[in-house]
């Protein structure tokens, strides 16, 4: 039985969850000057971010772009020495296919609506089109402190926008149901527009000209030579490089205040196997599931809030193919609403999008297609097998390509991807206010304040700032969550 004791402060801090957030949260508790053990019940790092490989190539199983017009990510990756690897898309140029073929995304949108009718031409019918443009003559729409983004913008607009390209959008990065997720927490910008204006056409118009009078240059996503996947492994090489310990294969079963009856002065006790660790402050970077059990004993109420989080389960099919079999269309990609009934909800050309990929494997294409939303479970019973049939049909309807790859490789995440309902905001605030009560103790990551990775890089660093005493971060965070996506396609 291994034992660690603080001696005041915050000098020593258990971080639960190796994940880009833990991670991120241990980078910069040793910047603060802590001593940090980083605990993993996994047998590696990186969370949802997985580097791997197939018929030689490197690619990403996880995540495989980082929002760049958020500093958090972008930084971290210097910090730690990946400042030469950052790479733009060689491509932006993306697909929907929907009503039967693949058609251009439209520009001129913020998360699928349109400033004006005639932006989304192509992709809506004519009523369709119709529709939008008596936004202008309809009363407000009312969004009290919250709304679903499908359900206001149906409204507003039709629910062939919702159907067509909002769903779409919102759908690859929270594989979640447009209906339902919260417009505060996954889209403020609109929020915020429909908060302010009666006409959302208006509102949207005004969120583009402050981004135009912004003038801001520079891509709007990044990836990283080699794979996203390599963040969190050069994360963990520069935290264990200063001193830090990363345990993997650790799956913490109890965790406990100690020192009372004093609570200021309270430590934590933290068990994980045969370790027993009694720290200064400890920092939960876990999957809400996971917080709940560690927190039932000593913040029955926070528990209770994490019991609610709901996540969906999603799988990637990723295949290569010899590049004289694979003709394959101009761009990134595509994506697919739902409404059009099939498997695949996007597929990525991952050699055309990222240039790296084919600087490396000249004779190699390599795309990945995603499978599996909020609610749909059928489709995941599949074996690996079928859901790389079910990937090639769909690839082929859409595309023509028709040939036999050379190797396919299914990634699973199972309740990989924390769900936004409505009322989420004040649902992480409930959690929060009473993690506060207990000296010491923060949590971040996906479940709180947006699934990207800047986004679970700023929560794990408003949750190092709390543990000092600092709570300006997560307030911040609990009423202006960080956006996860960017008024574009993507995967």
């Not at 009523?127 to 309809?138: Q, S, V």
């Not at 309270?266 to 027993?276: F, N």
């Not at 240039?355 to 479970?377: C, F, H, K, M, Q």
């Not at 769909?394 to 309740?415: I, M, Q």
Request: charged fraction near 20%; glycine fraction near 12%; proline fraction near 6%.
């Amino acid at each position: 039985m291994r034992e660690v004791r603080g001696r005041g402060g915050t000098g020593q801090v258990v971080v639960v969850g190796a994940g880009i957030a833990g991670l991120a949260a241990a980078h910069r508790l040793l910047q603060r000057g802590a001593r940090v053990t980083v605990l993993e019940a996994s047998g590696r790092v990186g969370g949802k971010l997985l580097p791997g490989e197939i018929a030689g190539a490197r690619v990403d199983l996880g995540a495989e772009s980082m929002l760049a017009r958020r500093p958090e990510a972008v930084t971290l990756a210097r910090e730690v020495g990946l400042a030469g690897h950052l790479q733009p898309p060689a491509t932006a140029t993306a697909s929907i296919w929907t009503r039967g073929a693949l058609r251009p995304m439209p520009k001129g949108h913020v998360m699928g609506v349109p400033g004006a009718a005639a932006a989304l031409s192509g992709v809506l019918s004519e009523e369709g089109l119709a529709r939008i443009g008596r936004d202008a003559e309809l009363p407000r729409t009312e969004v009290g402190e919250d709304v679903a983004v499908g359900r206001y913008v149906a409204a507003r607009l039709g629910r062939e926008v919702v159907d067509r390209l909002v769903e779409p959008l919102l759908g690859g990065v929270y594989a979640g149901d447009a209906y339902r997720i919260s417009m505060r927490s996954a889209v403020p910008q609109l929020f915020e527009a429909a908060r302010t204006h009666a006409s959302l056409t208006e509102g949207v118009r005004e969120i583009q000209a402050r981004a135009s009078a912004a003038r801001q240059t520079g891509p709007v996503f990044l990836g990283i030579r080699g794979g996203v996947g390599s963040l969190p492994l050069a994360v963990a090489q520069s935290v264990r490089a200063r001193g830090a310990e990363i345990v993997t294969g650790a799956p913490v079963t109890e965790l406990r205040r100690v020192g009372r009856p004093d609570p200021a002065g309270a430590a934590w006790r933290v068990v994980a196997g045969d370790r027993v660790l009694e720290a200064d402050a400890v920092v939960l970077a876990v999957p809400a599931p996971v917080a709940a059990r560690l927190l039932r004993a000593e913040s029955p109420g926070a528990a209770a809030g994490l019991d609610t989080v709901e996540y969906a389960s999603m799988a990637l099919v990723t295949l290569a193919y010899r590049r004289a079999d694979a003709d394959l269309p101009d761009g990134s990609g595509f994506l697919v609403p739902p409404v059009d009934g099939r498997t695949i909800k996007a597929s990525t050309f991952a050699s055309q999008k990222w240039g790296w990929i084919a600087e490396e494997n000249p004779d190699l294409v390599v795309l990945r297609t995603s499978v599996g939303r909020y609610g749909e479970t059928e489709i995941l019973r599949r074996d690996d097998g079928e859901l790389a049939d079910v990937s090639r049909h769909d690839l082929k309807e859409a595309t023509g390509l028709d040939a036999t790859p050379v190797a396919t490789l299914v990634t699973r995440w199972d309740d990989g991807l924390p769900q936004y309902p409505v009322g989420h905001h004040a649902r992480v605030a409930r959690i929060r206010e009473q993690v506060a009560l207990l000296p010491g103790l923060a949590v971040c990551g996906a479940p709180y304040d947006g699934v990207g990775i800047p986004a679970c890089i700023a929560s794990a660093y408003a949750a190092v700032d709390q543990i000092h005493g600092d709570p300006r971060g997560v307030q911040q965070l609990t009423a202006h969550p960080v956006q996860s996506l960017h008024g574009g396609a993507g995967e």
